[in-house]
């Protein structure tokens, strides 16, 4: 049922919209979500993941963008959520070293296509 109703919130989207996005939930004063854009953010937007997913940034304490079907709600910063039309199709949760982050988004992306 709740994908049926996020389906129907898509329907509003525009249809130039990105399929895959990369969320990332984040939050003031988080120190980790402050390490990634200093060490992975700079190149993210230029990366394979970047062209891919582009990045859209939200506060873990909301507003979120309509539409979203997301599995639970976050906890923790950062957070990133790799979105297909909105859908949820894995995360990734806390600090990652860009050695970690981006193996382990490409297997995301990899379970996307």
Do not use: N
Not at 6 to 18: F, S, V
Not at 25 to 49: F, N
Not at 55 to 62: A, E, W
Not at 89 to 104: C, D, N
């Amino acid at each position: 049922m709740i994908r049926f109703l996020a389906a129907l919130a898509l329907m509003a989207l525009p249809a130039a919209a990105d399929p895959l996005r990369l969320l990332m939930v984040e939050k003031e004063g988080c120190v980790y979500c402050k390490a990634w854009d200093r060490t992975i953010g700079p190149g993210y937007a230029a990366s394979d993941a970047g062209r891919a997913a582009p990045l859209m940034r939200v506060d873990i304490y909301g507003p979120y963008p309509d539409g979203l079907a997301l599995a639970r709600r976050p906890f923790v910063t950062p957070t990133f959520i790799l979105l297909d039309h909105g859908f949820e199709v894995g995360r990734l949760e806390g600090h990652m070293t860009a050695q970690q982050f981006y193996p382990a988004l490409s297997a995301l992306l990899d379970q996307a296509r």
